[in-house]
């Protein structure tokens, strides 16, 4: 009995002295360079593997400076881009641990941010605390699923347009004839000033709508119209053909269909996939 407390004491000694003896004290150093220290470990739970997603909190700072502090993530796991790297640190932990990694800032910089660590140590510390895994089988089967529905989504956007530009056309009693790519511009009274053409620079201003009357641009309400040159400023086509339509002075309504603007992409959050949109537009000068 006696020589098995002395072998305990012992054990404890040596763990103690090597925490010691540690560069960063009460962190030990992993095989791949980095050191860590962890405040909760929970054994018994799952580890992230390549290709998982991992959410969690981080707060990132240097050893007297806070950068990030407290902030929710979700990332996977990838390739480790260098031995030591934040992946490898984070394949260490399991659900509901909490640590410290102390990875060197000049690499991590480098590898991850393509630039010079901007401070003065050398080192980062990342504070992680892992929420949930979700393995990369179900996580592609996630993935699958959305895009699923995305595509379901886009489809009937576009088997929608044809129905909204007739709607509206007939609700607002539209009269003229569609150009050959199917551009709509109704006058709402004609300026005297120059015809507008390839090369001339353009002050307009404009403000730009879903059909629905959902407004996602204006210059009119930030105050400043929009400078351009017609023909080099790669602006939608729909916007290209209906400037060289007019002239200095003119106000118009300009029917788009999607084809001329932003087709099946759409644009961000703000304008869906096969969108018609309308601009009411006033062209300030032509020069």
């Known amino acids: 009995m006696k020589k098995v407390t002395k072998f305990l004491i012992l054990l ?143 489809e009937k956007y576009r088997l929608s347009e044809d129905s909204l530009i007739n709607n509206y056309i007939e609700k607002n009693n539209i009269k003229v004839k569609p150009t050959s790519s199917g551009l709509y511009l109704i006058k709402v009274s004609s300026g005297t000033g120059k015809a507008i053409k390839n090369g001339s620079k353009v002050s307009v201003h404009y403000t730009g709508k879903l059909l629905d009357g959902s407004v996602f641009d204006s210059s009119v309400e930030r105050g400043t119209p929009l400078e351009l040159t017609v023909g080099e400023d790669h602006f939608i086509p729909g916007w290209e053909e209906a400037l060289l339509l007019m002239r200095g002075g003119d106000k118009v309504n300009v029917l788009i269909p999607s084809k001329l603007a932003y087709g099946s992409r759409g644009a961000g959050y703000v304008i869906p996939p096969y969108s018609p949109l309308l601009f009411n537009m006033e062209i300030i000068s032509v020069k």
């Open 12 to 154: 404890v000694a040596l763990v103690a002295l090597g925490n010691a003896c540690s560069k960063y004290p009460g962190f030990r150093k992993d095989k791949e360079g980095f050191y860590y220290k962890f405040y909760t470990k929970n054994k018994k739970e799952a580890q992230p593997h390549k290709g998982d997603v991992v959410s969690l909190t981080y707060t990132l700072h240097t050893k007297d400076s806070v950068l990030v502090d407290r902030v929710p993530l979700t990332d996977m796991i990838n390739e480790s881009l260098y031995p030591g790297d934040i992946y490898s640190a984070l394949q260490k932990m399991h659900i509901g641990d909490s640590a410290t990694f102390i990875l060197n800032g000049d690499t991590f910089f480098h590898y991850f941010m393509g630039q010079p660590f901007p401070f003065d140590k050398k080192e980062l510390y990342f504070d992680l605390k892992l929420k949930s895994i979700t393995p990369k089988e179900e996580f592609e089967k996630q993935q699958a699923e959305q895009a699923k529905q995305y595509e379901a989504m886009v």
